[in-house]
């Protein structure tokens, strides 16, 4: 089992910056890859960004590609998603997430195995 927990969410302007984090604990040498996606009610969830184990490879969504940046600090298990220039439509519930079967492409909502509850962030126009 991997417990994953958001912290950091809140209510900002158009073109401010937040930084979300995401505590793991359990069995997070099992983690092959976490990640970070969004849902806004209504729709489906959203795949943000992630990041491989090591941190050597990350992945974006077209649409946050420039302006959020994840990374992540092993020492600490713990993941991070630096977004900037924020946007109206950025305005979601992010989820923490983690990949132990690295059997689907991390792009994918069904990809991952546990997840956190959620944090809401806000961009206010």
């Known amino acids: 089992q991997v417990q994953l927990v958001e912290s950091g969410g809140g209510l900002v302007q158009a073109g401010g910056s937040l930084r979300l984090s995401c505590a793991a604990s359990g069995r997070t040498f099992s983690m092959i890859a976490m990640g970070w996606l969004r849902q806004v009610p209504g729709k489906e969830r959203e795949f943000v960004a992630a990041?491989?184990?090591?941190?050597?490879?990350?992945y974006y969504a077209d649409s946050v590609k420039g302006r959020f940046t994840i990374s992540g600090d092993n020492a600490k298990s713990t993941m991070y998603l630096q977004m900037n220039s924020m946007k109206p439509e950025d305005t979601a519930v992010y989820f923490c997430?983690?990949?132990?079967?690295?059997?689907?492409?991390?792009?994918?909502?069904?990809?991952?195995?546990?997840w956190g509850q959620g944090t809401q962030v806000t961009v206010s126009s």
């Open positions: 990041i491989t184990r090591s941190g050597s490879n990350t």
């Open positions: 997430a983690a990949d132990i079967g690295g059997r689907v492409a991390i792009s994918q909502a069904r990809a991952y195995d546990y």
